[in-house]
């Protein structure tokens, strides 16, 4: 089969056959598949490309593979979409102006099959970064028409493909649009926004946000006016606000186009609350009083979207009480909606089992910044206990979670002393063996003299650390109410507690984050409630929570308690039992136990089999560092065979005494728990943590800008060079884990950032060669020779041995085949949002290889004719850390400051005979 009789049988066989003719059917089918594959085959050749009539072959061709999207067999679709994918990823580099050309001709062209579309629309806004600058007005401009066709449409799949592909669309092209034209493709959405198809009116939401998120010229305003203009109708000679007037399909699209945008509105600053001139601040008021009808709304898809909204208004905008008018607007605004959704909860026909669910997470975010709202519906003969009992016991998961939630922030919004003066919080000791004294009750002081001191003593401490506290002066001052009205607090804490055992995952989850949220409050340092009635409960806390750490639990539970306990200061921990302190009293060895559990159960959890519970707890010992409370910096009276240099480095690390004397700790327990022989799991984990823990912490030690300071981390190269090298060159399972193999890599790049004296530079330097070579040969599509060692080039006056014949070593044969399978299947896939390992790979030891040269210096001289053959070769696919590294190169080669080390910079004409081209990449043994 020739390339020609290929592209013929791909344009003109049927693309669907009769069930009577299964025979033909199946030889139809292997011819397609073989042509597919022998179009790419031929394309993707060198030779083909040189002639000139390639850019024809290569129209055709996506033409032809297009059509073949739309094929009855789901195996001929697959395939065609694999050689299309290995087409646009071989071929983008040079020829990206005719792949988006071929791919904008099917869009723009219509009446043509959905999927084939669908798989053009896809592809394009894949590569429409290729576009060159002055060709994109041209395009965006040509591309709207095709836009409103698609919208005119009733395709689900095809307008579900465009609002995906409408966000990098816009990222690219819509900066060449005028304003007037912004509009117009905003208004094509708008008109969707009451289409009866649910799944339509999401994709106009989500495509008018893609327009909103990267319009240089905000369309807010408009859009806001006409979103608004369908909900007033007009009464007497006035407008007045009707939700009820729209049809269901309008109202739903509209709510949930106003849900997007105040999720957007979020996203633009990265935080909770957005500018105060942002336009979302306006419509807050608007939203809650369209809202407020539309839970009353008689259709529960319209109830459902309105509560949705609702909680995403809340998140953003519920602890600003000014984007509300006045504080006083904001709490009746409150009252009147927590109303409605305590009539919604306590439903026990109408309402959907979803829609509760919202409806708690509502009232939670409402008690958390207005408990007086929620307060005021309940009383003594209608207690919170009474109404949350019953959902305690609902069949469904996530309303005892949500439950848990509304009663753990109605918690936090009490403790926070956000309640009026008629409230007295009622917080009893907890019933915990060893949580408490015997004889304690509710405002119990120390049963002797010693643990008065210590108690009064720990509150002086408290007070130094949290400073001046005005709400505490204030309350002391405030005349009590005559008959206060008591909040079980304490109760509620216990409900929660009890749902954080639920044997649902889902419940015992949001319970658990309820939990972190009262923790929060009770260990505040400024907090009114630190104190010895309220210390044991936020110590059983601790507890509960460290308990989901440590056994086997679901592993989104394990996440959500590493988390928490990794926001727990220490400082405040160990007060914390100083308060609870029993008659007998207590030592330093029962202050730091809470600690050494937490420490060792996360790196218990360092050898988990998920993925996600090992980076959970490296993330959570990261953010533990700056938060334990070790007493003195670590020695070597106990600091173990594992940490042998870091007594002399941690004094040089300078993020403050108390970061400076965890950060030796922590990587003495990490290092020691990486030395011994562990499960590939625990290894894993081990290693992700140190790259962490070296990434957070590799800040210069000075502050200022234009001062050289090295690189803190750089004192451990002596520690973990040597261990994870070792193991990475002779462990064959780690060496082609390629997600350990970056992060070891990554690793060793942040030890060697700055560092000022790297004496490990030459085990580093031979793997990134090796690494850099077998990639080099991989890209070329060469096999790797078996390669010797070679004496060193005399620019210096050292002679190091270069490194071994790593050509015939199984380690780098496993490496070497895992890394051609890894390319082989990136090539099936155009997704350019992320890249696939092996470009992951190589760009990492790129990264490190520049960090390297940097640290280095004349050290890497000798070597330079190698690299730059290597970076010759992998330019065009990783430029920017290319054209990086060899800048660095010059600087060492060029640089007398940099070469005045140990040897003097090489001459120009010297270096002239290193950059000359090559026909391929030089290796340690050429």
């Given at each position: 089969m020739d390339l020609l009789k290929a592209l013929d049988v791909l344009r003109s066989a049927p693309l669907s056959f009769s069930e009577s003719s299964s025979a033909d059917g199946e030889a139809l089918r292997k011819q397609k598949i073989s042509a597919c594959r022998f179009t790419a085959d031929q394309l993707c050749a060198t030779i083909l490309r040189n002639t000139s009539n390639f850019q024809r072959f290569l129209a055709a061709a996506v033409e032809s593979l297009l059509r073949v999207?739309?094929?009855?067999?789901?195996?001929?679709?697959?395939?065609?979409?694999?050689?299309?994918?290995?087409?646009?990823?071989?071929?983008?580099?040079?020829?990206?102006?005719?792949?988006?050309?071929?791919?904008?001709?099917?869009?723009?062209?219509?009446?043509?099959?959905?999927?084939?579309?669908?798989?053009?629309?896809?592809?394009?806004?894949?590569?429409?970064?290729?576009?060159?600058?002055?060709?994109?007005?041209?395009?965006?401009?040509?591309?709207?028409?095709?836009?409103?066709?698609?919208?005119?449409?009733?395709?689900?799949?095809?307008?579900?493909?465009?609002?995906?592909?409408?966000?990098?669309?816009?990222?690219?092209?819509?900066?060449?649009?005028?304003?007037?034209?912004?509009?117009?493709?905003?208004?094509?959405?708008?008109?969707?926004?009451?289409?009866?198809?649910?799944?339509?009116?999401?994709?106009?939401?989500?495509?008018?946000?893609?327009?909103?998120?990267?319009?240089?010229?905000?369309?807010?305003?408009?859009?806001?006016?006409?979103?608004?203009?369908?909900?007033?109708?007009?009464?007497?000679?006035?407008?007045?606000?009707?939700?009820?007037?729209?049809?269901?399909s309008l109202l739903l699209g509209t709510l949930n186009c106003y849900m997007v945008l105040f999720k957007l509105s979020s996203e633009v600053l990265g935080s909770v609350t957005t500018s105060p001139r942002h336009p979302m601040r306006s419509q807050v008021r608007f939203v809650a009083a369209v809202v407020a009808q539309c839970l009353t709304h008689e259709d529960h898809n319209v109830v459902g979207a309105a509560l949705e909204l609702w909680h995403q208004v809340l998140g953003s905008y519920g602890r600003d009480p000014h984007v509300w008018g006045s504080p006083d607007a904001a709490v009746s605004t409150m009252n009147d909606h927590v109303a409605q959704l305590l009539a919604l909860v306590g439903d026990t026909h109408g309402s959907r089992t979803s829609i509760k669910a919202v409806a708690l997470s509502c009232l939670a975010q409402i008690a958390r910044h207005y408990p007086a709202s929620v307060l005021q519906i309940f009383s003594t003969d209608n207690p919170v206990d009474g109404f949350v009992q019953g959902l305690l016991k609902h069949k469904d998961p996530l309303i005892r979670g949500n439950t848990a939630l509304f009663v753990g922030q109605l918690a936090c919004g009490c403790l926070r002393r956000l309640v009026p003066d008629q409230y007295r919080v009622e917080l009893p000791l907890p019933d915990k063996p060893g949580a408490q004294r015997p004889d304690a009750h509710p405002g119990a002081t120390p049963a002797s003299v010693e643990s008065q001191d210590v108690a009064a003593s720990s509150r002086t401490a408290l007070d130094q650390l949290a400073g001046p506290d005005d709400t505490s002066a204030e309350v002391s001052d405030e005349p009590e109410s005559p008959e206060p009205r008591m909040l079980p607090v304490g109760g509620w804490l216990l409900l929660v507690l009890a749902v954080a055992s639920d044997e649902a995952s889902v419940a015992a989850r949001i319970a658990v984050q309820a939990l972190a949220k009262c923790l929060r409050c009770l260990t505040d340092p400024r907090s009114a409630f630190l104190g010895p009635r309220f210390a044991p409960w936020a110590l059983h806390i601790v507890e509960t929570i460290l308990g989901n750490v440590t056994d086997e639990s679901y592993w989104l539970i394990k996440v959500e308690s590493a988390a928490a306990v990794s926001k727990l200061d220490y400082h405040v921990a160990r007060l914390l039992q100083i308060l609870c302190e029993t008659p007998g009293g207590m030592d330093q060895a029962d202050l730091d136990a809470l600690q050494r559990r937490t420490l060792d159960a996360l790196l218990r959890q360092l050898g988990d089999g998920d993925q996600r519970v090992r980076h959970s707890a490296a993330s959570a010992l990261v953010a533990l560092v700056p938060r334990l409370s070790f007493a003195s910096l670590l020695n070597r009276d106990y600091a173990g065979e594992a940490a042998s240099l870091l007594r002399d480095a941690v004094p040089k690390v300078s993020h403050g005494l108390r970061v400076k004397v965890n950060l030796s700790h922590v990587l003495r327990l990490v290092l020691a728990e990486a030395e011994r022989s562990h499960p590939q799991t625990y290894i894993r984990g081990c290693y992700y943590a140190l790259m962490l823990i070296a990434k957070d912490f590799c800040k210069p030690v000075s502050a200022r800008a234009d001062e050289?300071?090295?690189?803190?981390?750089?004192?451990?190269?002596?520690?973990?060079?040597?261990?994870?090298?070792?193991?990475?060159?002779?462990?064959?399972?780690?060496?082609?884990?390629?997600?350990?193999?970056?992060?070891?890599?990554?690793?060793?790049?942040?030890?060697?950032?700055?560092?000022?004296?790297?004496?490990?530079?030459?085990?580093?330097?031979r793997h990134l060669l090796q690494m850099l070579c077998l990639m080099a040969h991989i890209v070329q599509g060469k096999p790797v020779p078996a390669l010797k060692e070679k004496p060193e080039l005399s620019t210096t006056n050292t002679t190091v041995p270069v490194g071994p014949s790593y050509g015939s070593e199984p380690v780098f044969v496993k490496l070497y085949e895992r890394l051609v399978a890894t390319r082989v299947n990136a090539q099936a896939t155009t997704t350019f949002e992320f890249d696939d390992k092996f470009s992951q790979l190589r760009s990492v030891c790129i990264e490190t290889m520049c960090a390297l040269v940097s640290s280095a210096g004349h050290n890497v001289i000798p070597y330079a004719d190698e690299l730059l053959g290597y970076l010759s070769v992998h330019l065009d696919l990783e430029?920017?850390?290319?054209?990086?590294?060899?800048?660095?190169?010059?600087?060492?080669?060029?640089?007398?400051a940099v070469s005045s080390g140990g040897g003097a910079a090489l001459k120009q004409s010297q270096f002239s005979a290193l950059v000359t081209p090559s026909s391929g990449p030089t290796s340690l043994s050429e």
């Amino acid at each position: 089969m020739d390339l020609l009789k290929a592209l013929d049988v791909l344009r003109s066989a049927p693309l669907s056959f009769s069930e009577s003719s299964s025979a033909d059917g199946e030889a139809l089918r292997k011819q397609k598949i073989s042509a597919c594959r022998f179009t790419a085959d031929q394309l993707c050749a060198t030779i083909l490309r040189n002639t000139s009539n390639f850019q024809r072959f290569l129209a055709a061709a996506v033409e032809s593979l297009l059509r073949v999207h739309a094929d009855q067999d789901v195996n001929v679709r697959s395939v065609a979409e694999e050689c299309l994918n290995r087409l646009i990823r071989e071929l983008v580099d040079e020829h990206s102006d005719r792949l988006v050309f071929e791919l904008y001709k099917v869009i723009a062209k219509g009446r043509t099959s959905g999927r084939t579309q669908r798989a053009a629309l896809v592809k394009f806004s894949e590569i429409c970064h290729y576009i060159r600058p002055g060709k994109c007005r041209k395009y965006m401009t040509t591309m709207i028409p095709a836009i409103a066709d698609i919208v005119a449409t009733g395709d689900e799949a095809l307008q579900e493909a465009l609002g995906a592909a409408m966000d990098r669309m816009c990222a690219t092209l819509i900066f060449y649009l005028k304003e007037s034209e912004v509009h117009e493709l905003v208004e094509l959405f708008v008109t969707n926004l009451s289409n009866p198809s649910a799944s339509m009116r999401r994709s106009a939401s989500v495509s008018i946000a893609a327009v909103c998120r990267h319009a240089p010229l905000s369309p807010f305003d408009r859009l806001l006016a006409t979103l608004a203009a369908p909900f007033y109708v007009r009464e007497q000679e006035r407008q007045v606000l009707r939700p009820r007037a729209l049809g269901p399909s309008l109202l739903l699209g509209t709510l949930n186009c106003y849900m997007v945008l105040f999720k957007l509105s979020s996203e633009v600053l990265g935080s909770v609350t957005t500018s105060p001139r942002h336009p979302m601040r306006s419509q807050v008021r608007f939203v809650a009083a369209v809202v407020a009808q539309c839970l009353t709304h008689e259709d529960h898809n319209v109830v459902g979207a309105a509560l949705e909204l609702w909680h995403q208004v809340l998140g953003s905008y519920g602890r600003d009480p000014h984007v509300w008018g006045s504080p006083d607007a904001a709490v009746s605004t409150m009252n009147d909606h927590v109303a409605q959704l305590l009539a919604l909860v306590g439903d026990t026909h109408g309402s959907r089992t979803s829609i509760k669910a919202v409806a708690l997470s509502c009232l939670a975010q409402i008690a958390r910044h207005y408990p007086a709202s929620v307060l005021q519906i309940f009383s003594t003969d209608n207690p919170v206990d009474g109404f949350v009992q019953g959902l305690l016991k609902h069949k469904d998961p996530l309303i005892r979670g949500n439950t848990a939630l509304f009663v753990g922030q109605l918690a936090c919004g009490c403790l926070r002393r956000l309640v009026p003066d008629q409230y007295r919080v009622e917080l009893p000791l907890p019933d915990k063996p060893g949580a408490q004294r015997p004889d304690a009750h509710p405002g119990a002081t120390p049963a002797s003299v010693e643990s008065q001191d210590v108690a009064a003593s720990s509150r002086t401490a408290l007070d130094q650390l949290a400073g001046p506290d005005d709400t505490s002066a204030e309350v002391s001052d405030e005349p009590e109410s005559p008959e206060p009205r008591m909040l079980p607090v304490g109760g509620w804490l216990l409900l929660v507690l009890a749902v954080a055992s639920d044997e649902a995952s889902v419940a015992a989850r949001i319970a658990v984050q309820a939990l972190a949220k009262c923790l929060r409050c009770l260990t505040d340092p400024r907090s009114a409630f630190l104190g010895p009635r309220f210390a044991p409960w936020a110590l059983h806390i601790v507890e509960t929570i460290l308990g989901n750490v440590t056994d086997e639990s679901y592993w989104l539970i394990k996440v959500e308690s590493a988390a928490a306990v990794s926001k727990l200061d220490y400082h405040v921990a160990r007060l914390l039992q100083i308060l609870c302190e029993t008659p007998g009293g207590m030592d330093q060895a029962d202050l730091d136990a809470l600690q050494r559990r937490t420490l060792d159960a996360l790196l218990r959890q360092l050898g988990d089999g998920d993925q996600r519970v090992r980076h959970s707890a490296a993330s959570a010992l990261v953010a533990l560092v700056p938060r334990l409370s070790f007493a003195s910096l670590l020695n070597r009276d106990y600091a173990g065979e594992a940490a042998s240099l870091l007594r002399d480095a941690v004094p040089k690390v300078s993020h403050g005494l108390r970061v400076k004397v965890n950060l030796s700790h922590v990587l003495r327990l990490v290092l020691a728990e990486a030395e011994r022989s562990h499960p590939q799991t625990y290894i894993r984990g081990c290693y992700y943590a140190l790259m962490l823990i070296a990434k957070d912490f590799c800040k210069p030690v000075s502050a200022r800008a234009d001062e050289a300071a090295a690189n803190p981390m750089s004192h451990y190269l002596g520690d973990i060079v040597p261990l994870v090298l070792d193991r990475l060159n002779y462990l064959p399972w780690l060496a082609t884990d390629l997600d350990s193999h970056i992060h070891v890599l990554q690793l060793i790049g942040y030890l060697c950032t700055g560092a000022a004296d790297n004496k490990q530079w030459l085990p580093i330097l031979r793997h990134l060669l090796q690494m850099l070579c077998l990639m080099a040969h991989i890209v070329q599509g060469k096999p790797v020779p078996a390669l010797k060692e070679k004496p060193e080039l005399s620019t210096t006056n050292t002679t190091v041995p270069v490194g071994p014949s790593y050509g015939s070593e199984p380690v780098f044969v496993k490496l070497y085949e895992r890394l051609v399978a890894t390319r082989v299947n990136a090539q099936a896939t155009t997704t350019f949002e992320f890249d696939d390992k092996f470009s992951q790979l190589r760009s990492v030891c790129i990264e490190t290889m520049c960090a390297l040269v940097s640290s280095a210096g004349h050290n890497v001289i000798p070597y330079a004719d190698e690299l730059l053959g290597y970076l010759s070769v992998h330019l065009d696919l990783e430029a920017k850390g290319s054209i990086r590294c060899i800048r660095e190169l010059f600087v060492v080669i060029f640089d007398p400051a940099v070469s005045s080390g140990g040897g003097a910079a090489l001459k120009q004409s010297q270096f002239s005979a290193l950059v000359t081209p090559s026909s391929g990449p030089t290796s340690l043994s050429e």
